[in-house]
């Protein structure tokens, strides 16, 4: 068994579909589960038809209608011979599915209304993707993710319940790959009550570890632009070195820090069966990418660097100036696990403790709210966090040149600056 993985830029338009069966016929074998992330930048603008929406403006019916052109633009660039009245049809109706939600909703639960509008941007790909490769004879099962992948209630962050999903799984993709390979969704979920629940923002990735951990595959591979794991971002810095293979820890460090390269969550489920990992280009889809595994070899690596921008900064400080004790750590701690804000570096000092976070307003509007009574807070915007695993003073010196450093942490093998650029 064997988990693919494509992404939204692997999907953006008629070409990019064109590729992916492209690589799917030269693999094309029954016992694979192809995952598949919304179109292009799809999901940002479903973010903005949520958005519009949730302000009361009647802009977002334009909006959902300006998506359905983009994608009734695809399918007519796809079959070139004009029959393909059936794919129209399955779009159109996730395109109406969508606007009777948001015409009948009567909640303004932010996030509720988010994940049930947000994650038709997978459907919409999954479906055009689908009955494309139909239509050439790769014959692919469509399956709702929705039905074997079990979440909490917690919208734009689910909690994956792994028994019951790893058991739906099992026996569903077992029945399906008898008449031959199956696409499905990533990013999505189901709650108790059936509703859709996404795993946070990339997080097709994790879907597909799922998947692989659930069917025991022999290998999960994850399509990308780039030829495999870089040391950096090489959109910013085209020097960046490829990395042939390395470990789970490594990876899962690199992903816990920010590194775009996969999700965070999606190393743990395969690590936890030792399916091994392999980032691979779709552009030069013959060529082999960067493994990760139990057992690389990574002796050699490089400083391995990583920006997360558009951090905020937060400092809280006891208003009698009493020293930040346990009893503050508590209370702060426990109101960032509630409203789900990650904390991505902090430190204490004798009557402060700092926080940096990603910029995710509304979380962090209620945050001060909520602590604003017993803490002074101060706040910082527009930071951002530099990383280097592997570093060494040289490309410190480097990467910090003309910068404004607030926050500085240092660790054996990893350094954190939090700075003004």
Known sequence: MQVYKFGGASVKDAAAVKNVTTILKENNTNDKVVVISAMGKTTNELENVVNLYYAGNAGWEKALDTLFDKHLAIMKDLYTNGNFDHAVADVKKLIENARDFLKHNNSRNYNYIYDQVVSIGEYLSTTVVSDYANSLGLKNTLLDVKEVLFTDNAYTEGKVDFKKTETAIEQKVAELVKTGFVITQGFVGSTPEGFACTLGREGSDYTASIFAYSLNAERMTVWKDV???????????????????????????????????????????????????????????????????????????????????????????????????????????????????RINMMQNAAISFSIAVDFKKEKIDNIIEQLQQDFSITRNDNLSLLTIRHYNQGIIDKLTLNKDVLLRQISRTTIQLLVRE
Do not use: C
Request: proline letters at 6%; hydrophobic letters at 40%; glycine letters at 4%.
């Open 227 to 341: 030829e495999g794991i870089m040391n950096t971002d090489p959109k910013e810095y085209p020097d960046a070195q490829f990395l042939s293979e390395i470990t789970y820890h490594e990876a899962i460090e690199m992903t816990y820090y920010g590194a775009s390269v996969i999700h965070p969550k999606t190393i743990k489920p395969i690590q936890n069966k030792n399916i091994p990992l392999e980032v691979r280009s779709f552009v030069n889809y013959n060529k082999r990418g960067s493994v990760i595994s139990a057992n690389a070899n990574t002796s050699f690596l490089p400083p391995i660097i990583i920006w997360k921008r558009g951090q905020v900064l937060l400092s809280f400080s006891a208003k009698d100036f009493s020293f930040i004790a346990e009893d503050h750590l508590s209370k702060v701690f426990s109101t960032f696990a509630e409203n789900r804000l």
